[in-house]
C-alpha cells in the first residue's frame, strides 16, 4: 500500500494509553468504510503495555 492510496488517516495520541488503546484498536476494523486507511499510533515516551498492545495489533 502506497502513501498515495490511503485516503483517511487516524491519528491516536496515546501517552500511558494501554487502559484504553486495545479497545480502540479492536474498534477500528468495525467501522464501515469503503476507503483505505492507515492508523498512526503517537506513543510519547510511554511506561507500561502501551507498545505491546500496539505490536500485537500490527501483527493480528
Not at 495520541?13 to 503517537?42: C, S
Not at 511506561?47 to 495489533?57: D, F, H, M
Request: cysteine-free; proline content about 3%; glycine content about 4%.
Amino acid at each position: 500500500m502506497s502513501a498515495d492510496n490511503i485516503n483517511i488517516s487516524v491519528v491516536i495520541p496515546a501517552r500511558h494509553a494501554a487502559g484504553t488503546l486495545g479497545a480502540q484498536l479492536r474498534a477500528l476494523p468495525r467501522q464501515k468504510v469503503t476507503v483505505i486507511w492507515e492508523v498512526i499510533v503517537v506513543s510519547n515516551n510511554s511506561t507500561g503495555r502501551t507498545q505491546q498492545l500496539v505490536s500485537a495489533w500490527v501483527r493480528h
